[in-house]
């Protein structure tokens, strides 16, 4: 079955400057890479997702890239603010088959003010 | 997206006891989840919930304990059975809706077994 690893496990960066979190998958089937942002005591939140015919995407502050042929991809946050503190899943799934997410095991960002 | 409610939100139990959690979604949904979240850790997937049939269990969950249903396109219910504090967890819905199917989570059940 698909397995994701995630670095790091913690990140601390000053606020204004760029975080980057790494993940790589092991199922050459994988097609979606999704990142969700998980607050303390609140559920997961989708904040930007990536299909395997696009090399990157980015949505204001927010981009991820992906390589497929190395099996890895990235979320880049650029002028971190305090707010931007959560912890942060990267996961992978299919868009056939079991279709379930596989999930990283998780970065905690801080930002700090 | 879709809107994922799910009840109870919280709660403490006994151990012993069993718990069952409820999924509701505003909109038919071809694909729903449970998932589970330990304390500090990462999100694992229970089973995928089939509409009108058994659900497909992970390795390492079982009907026994887990016992899901699904009787409809918008529903579904999570039993958490005979209970032990290791069950102690956020136990989470997620559904795949809209354009390419993304996946959504409900706001959680977060259970704690003494």
């Known amino acids: 079955g698909e397995n994701v690893e995630q670095h790091p496990s913690t990140l601390s960066v000053q606020e204004g400057d760029s975080a980057v979190i790494k993940c790589t998958y092991s199922?050459?089937?994988?097609?979606?890479f999704p990142w969700y942002k998980q607050e303390l005591g609140k559920r997961p939140q989708l904040i930007i997702d990536i299909r395997s015919n696009v090399g990157e995407k980015k949505d204001q502050r927010i981009a991820v890239t992906l390589n497929k042929t190395a099996k890895h991809f990235s979320l880049h946050i650029t002028e971190t603010q305090p707010e931007d503190s959560a912890v942060y899943f990267c996961?992978?799934?299919?868009?056939?088959?079991?279709?379930?997410?596989?999930f990283g095991s998780g970065t905690r960002l801080q930002v700090q003010p | 997206s879709a809107v994922i409610s799910q009840k109870p939100s919280r709660d403490i139990c006994q151990r012993g006891t069993s718990l069952t959690i409820q999924c509701q979604v505003d909109?038919?949904?071809?694909?729903m989840f449970w998932y589970r979240q330990q304390p500090g850790q990462s999100l694992t997937l229970i089973a995928t919930a089939n509409q009108g049939s058994e659900a497909t269990y992970e390795s390492g969950f079982v009907i026994d304990k887990f016992p899901i249903s699904r009787p409809n396109l918008t529903f579904s219910t999570l039993t958490v059975s005979n209970m032990s504090p290791e069950d102690s967890s956020i136990y989470l819905c997620s559904v795949g809706t809209g354009p390419g199917n993304t996946i959504y989570f409900g706001e959680g059940s977060w259970l704690t077994v003494v």
């Open positions: 996961a992978a799934s299919t868009d056939t088959g079991r279709r379930a997410l596989t």
């Open positions: 199922d050459s089937a994988s097609n979606y």
């Open positions: 909109s038919q949904v071809t694909m």
